[in-house]
């Protein structure tokens, strides 16, 4: 029976039961327009998409650079240009596909080496996602034991866990005070700038290999962009832009992924049913491809539902004039869209005959004008991932009295 309780916060609940689904709150000094459910936040970011296309995290990134943290004209002639070059790199193709697969295959390969003892795949499960962004900004995987490559995950996921704490939170509303206070919140800028100084480190090597009739990677097509408008004077391609647009890509591409994932076999650890679909559609002498996914709507359905019920992103600051935040864990809980939307239930994405029926109201990649880059990627690397792990291996909660750490698991080969 379908089940997984889980918490919706409570005072933003109270807030919108009792003044409705758009309310002002004020943080700090700042007064905020809160978006609760799926009507209000889908007329703000779909509906009125132009209006509500600002960057979020902004007093991070002053003067806002890259993709993620910029606006107007230079937002959109980066956006149109990250696009275009994943697509060219095989983004929702074939050739894509076999990286992802290739990926897939270490990362079992690392499961069986855990010889079922308890493990926490944290680590493990962001280097297979982020090789994958790495072969289409870098042109090459990395093996899992680089140094290098160790550097980049450790600094992403350390970003990551550092702008989701308290400190980030208070300095993003008291910037002038926190700005002269000890804290977590000061190590946020020191692992940007050794990430920026990577960075820089892997372009310079781009530059002394490059050949303008060969591109190989995203680095390579950007500093071919770079040249082909370096008499521009209002061009928005240019060395620092580059060296912020790749964290960006790396963000997008390996945090949100990466930590489904995780939760996602956390779940499973509940709901293993899914294995019988693969044994079913897939079995045990062939890779998962992309083409099985239409054949297989049950593991669909779950995935959606895991994307839904981890609700990785919360929801995110537009500052123009007036602070939005539109609450996207309120669509993914809204009760007129799910039912019973605080219990785990792949139902909400299957119709009557069992076969996958998507919904508007999981805004998991965001939407509107802000609409995640790499969201054909991330579907792929999904699905990819979870079926070959979940082919070869049963995934089993550690036994009581072991005192496991919260993501602690066994993986064991079936």
């Known amino acids: 029976e379908p089940g997984l309780l889980r918490s919706v916060p409570s005072s933003r609940k109270r ?4 003044y409705g689904p758009v309310y002002t709150i004020h943080l700090g000094p700042q007064p905020y327009v809160v978006l609760c459910g799926y009507h209000a936040v889908k007329e703000a970011l779909v509906d009125q998409a132009e209006e509500f296309s600002a960057p979020v995290l902004h007093f991070f990134f002053t003067p806002p650079s890259g993709i993620v943290f910029t606006n107007g004209e230079k937002w959109k002639a980066l956006r149109r240009f990250a696009l275009q070059t994943l697509r060219n790199f095989g983004m929702g193709k074939r050739s894509l596909e076999e990286r992802i697969q290739e990926e897939a295959q270490c990362l079992v390969q690392e499961l069986a080496q855990t010889q079922a003892t308890p493990f926490d795949p944290t680590f493990l499960i962001s280097c297979a996602v982020s090789n994958v962004i790495c072969s289409i900004v870098f042109g090459d995987r990395f093996d899992y034991k680089d140094g290098d490559f160790l550097t980049l995950v450790g600094l992403i996921n350390q970003i990551f866990q550092l702008l989701s704490s308290p400190w980030a939170q208070m300095y993003n509303l008291f910037p002038g005070p926190m700005s002269y206070l000890p804290g977590h919140h000061n190590r946020i800028f020191e ?8 960075v820089c480190e892997r372009v310079k090597m781009h530059q002394e290999s490059f050949d303008r009739h060969c591109p190989r990677d995203f680095i390579d097509c950007f500093l071919l962009r770079m040249e082909q408008e370096n008499q521009d004077p209002l061009s928005y391609f240019h060395m620092e832009t580059l060296v912020m647009t790749t964290p960006n890509l790396f963000f997008t591409g390996t945090e949100m992924v990466s930590t489904t994932l ?5 779940i499973l650890m509940k709901y293993p049913q899914i294995q019988a679909e693969i044994d079913t559609v ?12 239409m054949h297989m709507p049950y ?4 995935i959606h539902e895991i994307q839904r019920i981890s609700d990785i992103v919360r929801g995110f600051l537009l500052p123009n004039g007036t602070n939005v935040i539109p609450l996207l864990f309120s669509v993914h809980n809204d009760p007129t869209q799910f039912k019973d939307p605080v219990m785990f239930n792949p139902a909400n994405f299957l119709d009557e005959r ?4 998507k919904n508007d ?3 998991a990649f965001s939407a509107g004008k802000r609409l995640c880059l790499g969201e054909s990627l991330a579907r792929m690397e999904l699905f990819l991932f979870f079926t070959t792990a979940l082919q070869l291996f049963a995934l089993k909660p550690l036994d009581i009295g072991n005192a496991p750490r919260p993501c602690e698991f066994r993986a064991i080969p079936r």
């Open 15 to 18: 807030l919108s039961e009792r």
């Open 191 to 198: 692992n940007f700038e050794q990430l920026r100084l990577f």
């Open 262 to 266: 995780r939760y996602g076999f956390l």
């Open 282 to 293: 897939i079995g045990w002498h062939r890779r998962p491809l992309i083409e099985d996914r």
């Open 299 to 302: 593991s669909d359905a779950v």
């Open 354 to 357: 069992g076969s996958f029926q």
């Open 361 to 363: 109201a999981l805004p």
